[in-house]
């Protein structure tokens, strides 16, 4: 069973800066890509970033490139997402997830997201 903890949410102001953290358990952690999804009110749950286990990295939303930049740390089974230049737009509950199967790169197919951590909000005042 993986359990996935994100953490780094908040309130930013437009232009502000936030960093999220997602903790992992496992001890394959560095075998399986990682993503970060987010979900705003009324929209469909949308992919923001992935990594695979080795750091290759799915391009960004289009919402989202140039601004976020999702890395991690396997020797700490942790994902990251730095996010510059937020805009109102981007609030939303954020999720960590793991994409199915090992050794993969990962696309956008929500589906290939198996588990997947409670989310942090994340709000951008205008």
């Known amino acids: 069973q993986v359990q996935l903890i994100e953490s780094g949410g908040g309130l930013v102001q437009a232009g502000g800066s936030l960093r999220l953290s997602c903790a992992a358990s496992?001890?394959?952690?560095?075998?399986?890509?990682m993503g970060w999804l987010r979900q705003a009110p009324g929209k469909e749950r949308e992919l923001v970033a992935a990594?695979?286990?080795?750091?290759?990295?799915?391009p960004y939303a289009d919402s989202v490139k140039g601004r976020f930049t999702v890395s991690r740390d396997n020797a700490k089974n942790m994902v990251y997402l730095e996010m510059n230049s937020m805009k109102p737009e981007d609030t939303a509950i954020y999720f960590c997830?793991?994409?199915?199967?090992?050794?993969?790169?990962?696309?956008?197919?929500?589906?290939?997201?198996?588990?997947w951590g409670q989310g942090t909000q994340v709000t951008v005042s205008s």
């Open positions: 997830a793991t994409y199915r199967g090992a050794y993969r790169v990962p696309t956008p197919d929500l589906y290939e997201y198996t588990y």
């Open positions: 990594i695979s286990g080795g750091g290759v990295i799915t």
């Open positions: 496992g001890r394959t952690f560095s075998s399986f890509a």
